[in-house]
């Protein structure tokens, strides 16, 4: 299920802008080294719709993180699931790279039925500052 932010009282959005080029956020946001830097190391990504992907968290009792992209149009958009599968409470987001004048992002999902919101929120927005976004 995707989240409506509209419909539904459980889900959340967050978002940030990235006054950087398309092609330095494009670059950050494809290239495994780069992506590492500022979030997590990607195994098997590529910008290809339809591309399962993971992103391993060593120092997590949630090993990996299952990912799925959804929609890649280079410089302009990326989007992917990303799925927490071993959770207590399993959730599945939905993050979605825009570029109009700046990239945008935007993470979307259902609240956990546990605290973990608060940790997956921080983790993220950490990673979005290392990156440059506002």
């Known amino acids: 299920m995707i989240a409506d932010i509209h419909l539904n009282p459980a889900a959340v959005e967050l978002g940030a802008f990235f006054p950087q080029p398309p092609d330095v956020v494009w670059r950050a946001l494809t290239e495994p080294d780069l992506l590492q830097q500022w979030l997590l190391r990607p195994t098997g990504f590529t910008t290809t719709v339809g591309t399962h992907f ?10 990996e993180i ?15 699931t990303w799925t927490y599968p071993r959770a207590d409470y399993p959730t599945r987001w939905t993050v979605d790279w825009t570029a109009a004048r700046a990239f945008f992002s935007r993470l979307t ?26």
């Open 109 to 134: 999902g259902l609240i956990p039925k546990t605290g973990s919101l608060r940790g997956h929120c921080q983790r993220y927005s950490v990673g979005l500052r290392r990156m440059g976004g506002r």
């Open 54 to 63: 993971r992103f391993t968290t060593p120092d997590s009792s949630i090993d």
């Open 66 to 80: 299952l990912c799925q992209v959804l929609a890649a149009h280079p410089r302009k958009q990326l989007t992917y």
